[in-house]
């Protein structure tokens, strides 16, 4: 997990599962919080996850919750490679689970962009090159992410880029009797701006979803918004389904391979090791392609950047960067809402509130 973001006091001190003493705060969503803390058995900075409980949380939903946390661990830990926030240990206080992960030295993607605005195409490019070949691992492991995005993409100080927040992925053989899919039928769980076409429709998340949402990750890094985000939930998965790849204006030699990674026919996308050596080709590429800022450049300033999914809906909860929505559709349930106003829940600890559009272009098998 990130150490970009400067912790709160609340809970330093404490001490949990007899070995990890909390430092900081690095983050808190509607069901957990990520804490940056000591291992006093080998000495080193660690980021715990702890589920937080709530009085008017039933069994079966903790229960949930709880498995989770488990399965995050054990997808995280399944994908072996040096692009994956690894995982150190799962514990539990109180009876509640805690995931003990690397601490990562460094910003997430999405806390880069809120703060200078869009990147570099080749920029860019790398670093989508470097999360392209965390998830060649993870299908190769049998694991989907499903919940690609800026804020799940931490960058170290040292130059490494991890993909983090397993919460919602899903395994092949998950190997503990559990269900692989944890949501109900007809649900579509992840962060809307990001969703692929199929799975917007009620299809099985396959790996060229994790494709797309990189695709859509890395259009929104150079052009600064996702290339589908509109007003509602309704229109926005409308235009996912529907509506053509926006032209870009600053992408250059990225341009082509991100109209391939947002092909609306996953059959048509490249897999993740192609990908990874289309994005690499445009890194290594010579030569200047747009007047875009870098990591290294100055800061630009929020206003020049098209505004995000939670500043475009101001209804939307407050929540730390790396800690964003996942939004949670239930189709042809009463009471449709915006994306920002039901993402009330941090990825991986459980579902945010429903939202129901009613979509006459969108069939849900």
């Known amino acids: 997990m990130s150490s970009g973001e400067s912790g709160q006091t609340d809970g330093v001190g404490r001490v949990l599962a007899g070995r990890y003493r909390v430092v900081a705060q690095l983050g808190r969503g509607g069901m957990g919080v990520v804490w940056r803390a000591v291992d006093e058995v080998l000495g080193r900075e660690v980021a715990v996850k702890e589920l937080r409980t709530y009085t008017d949380a039933d069994g079966p939903e903790l229960a949930g919750l709880r498995l989770r946390m488990q399965r995050e661990a054990r997808a995280a830990a399944r994908v072996r490679h040096p692009g994956v926030v690894a995982v150190h240990d799962v514990a539990e206080v109180d009876g509640r689970p805690l995931i003990v992960m690397e601490l990562v030295d460094g910003p997430s993607l999405d806390d880069v962009l809120r703060e200078r605005g869009t990147l570099d195409p080749r920029e860019a490019a790398g670093i989508g090159a470097k999360v392209m070949d965390a998830l060649a691992a993870a299908h190769r492991a049998g694991v989907l992410h499903r919940d690609v995005k800026p804020g799940n993409i931490l960058l170290d100080r040292s130059g490494r880029v991890l993909l983090t927040d397993f919460g919602i992925a899903t395994m092949e053989d998950p190997g503990d009797g559990s269900a692989t899919h944890l949501t109900r039928s007809g649900?579509?769980?992840?962060?809307?701006?990001?969703?692929a076409p199929e799975r917007a429709q009620g299809a099985e998340p396959g790996p060229a979803s994790d494709i797309w949402a990189l695709g859509a990750t890395l259009f929104a890094t150079v052009e600064g918004a996702s290339p589908f985000r509109r007003t509602s939930t309704f229109s926005t998965?409308?235009?996912?389904?529907?509506?053509?790849?926006?032209?870009s204006h600053r992408a250059g030699r990225l341009g082509p391979v991100l109209q391939r990674l947002l092909d609306k026919r996953p059959e048509s996308r490249p897999e993740a090791d192609e990908a990874r050596r289309l994005l690499?080709?445009?890194a290594d590429s010579g030569g200047k392609d747009t007047p875009t800022t870098t990591l290294r450049g100055p800061a630009v300033p929020r206003g020049t950047a098209r505004p995000t999914a939670e500043e475009a809906e101001p209804n939307g909860p407050a929540v730390s960067p790396g800690f964003g929505p996942t939004a949670q559709v239930t189709p042809g349930q009463p009471g449709a809402g915006s994306?920002?106003?039901?993402a009330a829940?941090?990825?991986?600890?459980?579902?945010?509130e429903p939202v129901a559009p009613s979509l006459s272009l969108i069939h849900i098998s």
């Open 345 to 352: 829940a941090t990825p991986g600890f459980g579902p945010a």
């Open 187 to 195: 649900e579509l769980v992840g962060s809307l701006d990001y969703l």
């Open 237 to 247: 998965l409308n235009a996912i389904v529907t509506e053509p790849l926006p032209e």
């Open 339 to 342: 994306a920002g106003a039901a």
């Open 280 to 282: 690499q080709a445009v």
